[in-house]
T-cell receptor
């Protein structure tokens, strides 16, 4: 069955520190992978996506993610976290462009940033 | 360029009433998706629609829930005879027509449904 696992429910980092949020997926075909961010009371904003090609993907707000097929992972990274990055982060996988374009989301990682 | 518009932002209903949630996709988008987010959980897919067609409703509860995307006007998610367990945030997303490649889904700000 298709699934996405985000093993870390909460993460706290200090401002200026580096960040890595983990995401593992289970998917039968070549996956389309996404990271979204959600601020409290808001919708989801797309940070970055992987469809094909270079496995290191650059996104908005200084985020990047690396697709590792051998590990079924798509971890999100940022070299230096800002206080405004505090939010909930969701990894998602989809059969984008197939018969159904639905996304399967992980349960999210809530990021807190200490001053 | 307006994004995905959902209304209302907040909706309060009593048990047994009906809830109607509206979603206007981004300009040029003809595919609409509805997701539900329960407290402390990620988003769960409910239904995928194109104009006048339901493409995938595998995530819709079998009873009380329905969705439509008419030729004119917004997409509507309808919940009849609401119960406390329907309290959640409901998100709509849209994407361009098939054939426009590499376009992800864009999300609205959601409707927070509270059942008294």
């Amino acid at each position: 069955a298709q699934s996405v696992t985000q093993p870390d429910i909460h993460i706290t980092v200090s401002e200026g520190a580096s960040l890595e949020l983990r995401c593992n997926y289970s998917y039968g075909a070549t996956p389309y992978l996404f990271w979204y961010v959600q601020s409290p009371g808001q919708g989801l904003q797309l940070l970055l996506k992987y469809f094909s090609g270079d496995t290191l993907v650059q996104g908005i707000k200084g985020f990047e993610a690396e697709f590792k097929r051998s590990q079924s992972s798509f971890n999100l990274r940022k070299p230096s976290v800002h206080w405004s990055d505090a939010a909930e982060y969701f990894c998602a996988v989809g059969n984008y462009g197939g018969a159904t374009n639905k996304l399967i989301f992980g349960t999210g990682t809530l990021l807190a940033v200490q001053p | 360029n307006a994004g995905v518009m959902q209304n209302p932002r907040h909706l309060v209903r009593r048990r047994g009433q009906e809830a109607r949630l509206r979603c206007s996709p981004m300009k040029g988008h003809s595919h609409v998706y509805w997701y539900r987010q329960l407290p402390e959980e990620g988003l769960k897919f409910m239904v995928y629609l194109q104009k006048e067609n339901i493409i995938d409703e595998s995530g819709m509860p079998k009873e009380r829930f329905s969705a439509e995307f008419p030729k004119e006007g917004p997409s509507i998610l309808r919940i009849q005879q609401v119960v406390r367990g329907d309290s959640a945030a409901y998100f709509c997303a849209s994407s361009p027509p098939s054939g426009v490649s590499n376009q992800p889904q864009h999300f609205g700000d959601g409707t927070r449904l509270s059942i008294l």
